[in-house]
């Protein structure tokens, strides 16, 4: 098999393949354009969107052509696939917004140098389509009953599914289409749900371009799907009480984004370090021979090294030192502040972790202390009605609040 399949396979990238064996052989034959798609439906990409964009970087490794897709056009319609819903519209001038920030964050990790990866925006092809045009050109090429009997399909058939959603295969396939005649692009690759979608796309390709011997080699294209990635409790990975951990650091900090890596199940551990950096697979077996803990910091570092860059996750394990060692640079832990003034009076805890948006609303730190989980500086809070003074202050004239074990926040007076 091509070594840059045994790779994928090797870390975890590998459900289904259209044919892997023809797909082995091309890519024996010299560099693979590909392409793997996201749709901008929000301001930012989360880490759940980020499995084939590693995949994408280890495939670019092999010499292979990677194109990132962003859906300025197929976003206007949202997928269907993996929704129990229909995702809510949202404007163009919004879509085109996200399409910006979100070829940001993919061109920091990627490295788009117009050669071995580069960025595409289906909204070129697809805002201006007549729509009878494509309908009978394209439209003519897909059986309905076929499309029902996708498993995407037909779970939302039970609760409804809107005529909008239902061209959105069209609209991915036609995309396989374009890149396929724009810039030779011969393989697509995407999660699991994707595989009817990706599989229609190949069919679509093989019916119009497709015929003679000499044609069906030259625009013979390949579909491969990577697992749902989920946590070893069977929830999606990358979710957290606050929601999704998003790339943007605005929307989840880059502390936060690092403590997610650092404290994973103990079984995930491998399989993230497999699909979430770029260490060998020699390494990371090392690495989790030793000290489960020590894996989960240098697997968190490596994952926020590679999102947020060397200086940030520098910046993210000495803030968690100083909240949990003692060592560290506390500089680096999630910092609000408080006015001196308040402190000096004498402040009640509640009101305390209120100023410092800390543990959520006041009845919840309440129920914090009653469960013996509200620390401050170290010392457990045991009375809901209990004063914080200067006196109570570290060596720097600063407060520690911690809530359980994972969670912590400084406190500097202004």
Not at 66 to 81: F, K
Not at 136 to 160: P, T, W
């Amino acid at each position: 098999m091509n070594k840059a399949l045994e790779a994928l396979k090797a870390r975890g990238f590998f459900a289904q393949c259209t044919d892997e064996q023809g797909l082995s052989d091309l890519m024996d034959k010299g560099p693979v354009a590909f392409y793997v798609g996201c749709d901008p439906t929000g301001p930012s990409l989360h880490i759940g969107h980020m499995v084939p964009f590693f995949a994408l970087r280890h495939l670019r490794a092999h010499g292979h052509i990677g194109v990132a897709l962003i859906g300025g056009g197929t976003a206007r319609i949202g997928d269907p696939s993996g929704k129990t819903e229909m995702r809510k519209m949202i404007s163009y001038e919004q879509i085109d917004r996200n399409v910006e920030t979100i070829a940001a964050q993919l061109d920091a990790f990627i490295g788009f140098d117009g050669k071995t990866a580069f960025a595409a925006n289906n909204k070129d092809w697809l805002a201006g389509l007549n729509y009878i045009d494509f309908l009978r050109d394209i439209g003519s090429c897909f059986s309905v009953n076929k499309m029902l009997s996708f498993e995407a399909y037909r779970q939302r058939l039970e609760r409804g599914l809107s005529f909008i959603e239902f061209n959105y295969q069209l609209l991915q396939s036609y995309d396989f289409l374009c890149l396929h005649q724009k810039h030779g692009v011969r393989l697509q690759i995407g999660g699991d749900d994707q595989w009817g979608n990706i599989t229609a796309g190949v069919d679509l390709i093989r019916r119009k371009l497709g015929g003679t011997e000499e044609l069906n080699a030259r625009h013979t294209v390949f579909g491969l799907t990577f697992p749902l990635i989920t946590r070893s409790d069977g929830k999606k990975m990358g979710k957290t009480e606050k929601g999704a951990v998003f790339l943007d650091k605005n929307l989840t900090s880059v502390y936060d984004f690092f403590q997610y890596w650092r404290n994973v199940a103990d079984p995930d551990v491998r399989k993230f370090f497999l699909l979430f950096t770029f260490l060998s697979v020699e390494e990371i077996d090392e690495i989790c021979a030793g000290d489960i803990n020590a894996a989960k910091e240098r697997l968190a570092y490596e994952v926020t090294k590679e999102i947020h860059g060397k200086e940030a996750a520098d910046g993210a394990l000495a803030g968690a030192k100083a909240a949990f060692g003692g060592a560290g640079d506390k500089s680096q832990m999630p910092t609000a502040e408080v006015s001196r003034a308040k402190i000096e009076a004498g402040i009640g805890v509640i009101d305390l972790c209120a100023e410092a948006r800390f543990g959520g609303s006041k009845s919840d730190i309440r129920r914090l202390i009653q469960g013996g989980g509200l620390a401050v500086n170290g010392n457990v809070v045991s009375d809901v009605k209990a004063t914080v003074t200067l006196a109570d202050a570290d060596d720097s004239g600063e407060f520690v609040l911690r809530a359980g074990k994972k969670k912590f926040v400084r406190v500097v007076l202004v």
